[in-house]
């Protein structure tokens, strides 16, 4: 089973920087199945970069995601007010087919 | 634009069976897509526990095979979950959730329902 680690746990940052947030894979992944969603207090994931760099539909692009093999990363160019919140990435594997999900990254205001 | 509503009791007895219903609406529960149930402890991250398509063919979690039953009724537009012999590590907001058939990923959410493991 392919355990995902995301770095950092918290990343204090003011409105307008950019943020970088990093996700591990145990071992090389196919960049297809790596996901990111944001997720705020009270409410369901949102899914923002699926194949590990295509956006989601209605999602800005100020949000990007990159990488392959076991490093992937979730760039938000310039953070908005709105942005501050947790970040998931997520693995899918084929076979069998399962579906896990890093810790978070936890966005907060500085 | 589809739509995920979860039901189903707020608290569930230690050994007991939890049970939810997830409503599909504004899209087909018979278009290519698995349909997943997924959960959240307060506090911690996101599980996967396991997904149904229209068919009725399902995929489990390994560690919670034993306990789980994810189902469709087509003719409700709706899917379920049964996880039986629940503790309170099952205690979680417990989300449904649509993937595409070979997409790897879940585009569309409920908003969650709350489900409390105490006697």
């Known amino acids: 089973e392919i355990v995902l680690t995301q770095s950092p746990g918290t990343l204090s940052l003011s409105p307008g920087e950019r943020a970088t947030l990093s996700c591990r894979a145990s071992?090389?992944?196919?960049?297809?199945?790596l996901a990111w969603y944001q997720q705020k207090p009270g409410q369901a994931p949102r899914l923002l970069i699926y194949a590990a760099s295509s956006r989601a539909t209605g999602i800005p692009d100020r949000f990007s995601g990159s990488g392959s093999g076991t490093d992937f990363t979730l760039t938000i160019s310039r953070l908005e007010p709105e942005d501050f919140a947790v970040y998931y990435c997520?693995?899918?594997?084929?076979?069998?087919?399962?579906?896990?999900f890093g810790p978070g990254t936890k966005v907060d205001i500085k | 634009q589809v739509q995920l509503q979860e039901s189903g009791p707020g608290l569930v007895k230690p050994s007991g069976t939890l049970s939810l219903s997830c409503a599909v609406s504004g899209g087909s529960i018979s278009s290519s897509h698995w349909w997943s149930w997924i959960r959240q402890p307060p506090g911690k991250g996101l599980e996967w526990i396991g997904e149904v398509y229209q068919s009725g063919i399902t995929n489990y979690k390994a560690s919670l095979e034993s306990r789980v039953t994810v189902s469709v009724d087509k003719s409700k537009s709706q899917f379920s979950l049964r996880l039986s012999s629940v503790t309170a590590a099952d205690t979680a907001v417990y989300y449904c959730a649509r993937s595409l058939v070979r997409g790897g990923y879940f585009d569309s959410w409920g908003q969650g329902t709350l489900v409390t493991v105490s006697s």
């Open positions: 997520q693995h899918y594997d084929i076979s069998p087919p399962l579906f896990t």
């Open positions: 071992q090389s992944v196919s960049s297809s199945w």
